[in-house]
């Protein structure tokens, strides 16, 4: 399934209210509307299946060539687990950096519920099946299927791409003349600086990515 048809608008001034998300996912088939545009837009707001939408009736564009800076996706003091910093940074442009602490938790590939190709991180730390360490059903299993949860973001684009390809990371698997390459993921690299607007569907909350990835943009802490 693809990502639904629409875009993604944002205060550029906000509301000062950390808790509050300034950002929103506009349902619309207006496909006049280019990235930076300035507009105003009437609906109906309706939730979908989690995720926060707006279905546009009227959009008008009142100025172009117009940006937006990301901010910094981090935990505020009153989230009592990431799945909440997500909530209130949903429908916004964020950046994950070094001081976010994400690491890659599964690999690029198929994601067979989503019917898609991307990937996923976790807050801190990779996300370890719930029976790697604990007995099936146990508290200390359901205690970490509940942790993988609330520390889970998946990694994708906006975009189809042929297998193996990722189109926010256009130089993945590029080899050097040496036959060598260091773009490269695995599990358990940190990621050093991804910029997208969250969204939410599957049950899940998705960064859907904004720029370029390259090879700065991920740490390697298990070199090859």
Do not use: C
Not at 32 to 52: A, H, M, P, R, S
Not at 143 to 160: C, G
Not at 203 to 222: C, E, K, P
């Amino acid at each position: 399934k693809d990502i639904p048809q629409g875009f993604f608008i944002q205060d550029a001034a906000g509301d000062n209210n950390p808790l509050t998300s300034d950002g929103l996912f506009v349902l619309s088939k207006a496909n006049q509307v280019e990235i930076g545009d300035k507009v105003t837009v009437t609906g109906l707001v309706k939730n979908t299946f989690g995720w926060t939408q707006l279905k546009a009736g009227h959009t008008n564009i009142i100025a172009s060539n117009q940006s937006i800076l990301p901010v910094s996706l981090q935990q505020h003091p009153y989230d009592t687990d990431f799945s909440d910093t997500l909530e209130r940074h949903e429908g916004m442009l964020v950046t994950i950096d070094v001081n976010t602490n994400m690491v890659v938790s599964r690999n690029f590939g198929y994601d067979r519920q989503a019917r898609r190709n991307n990937m996923a991180v976790a807050h801190k730390t990779i996300n370890l099946h719930a029976n790697q360490l604990h007995v099936p059903n146990s508290p200390s299993a359901l205690t970490q299927h509940q942790s993988n949860f609330s520390r889970h973001l998946v990694i994708e684009s906006s975009s189809k791409a042929r297998s193996g390809q990722i189109p926010w990371y256009p130089t993945f698997a590029n080899i050097n003349n040496q036959g060598r390459t260091h773009n490269y993921i695995r599990i358990g690299d940190g990621v050093n600086h991804l910029t997208g607007v969250i969204g939410y569907s599957h049950g899940q909350y998705r960064l859907i990515v904004t720029q370029n990835a390259d090879v700065m943009s991920f740490s390697h802490n298990n070199p090859r």
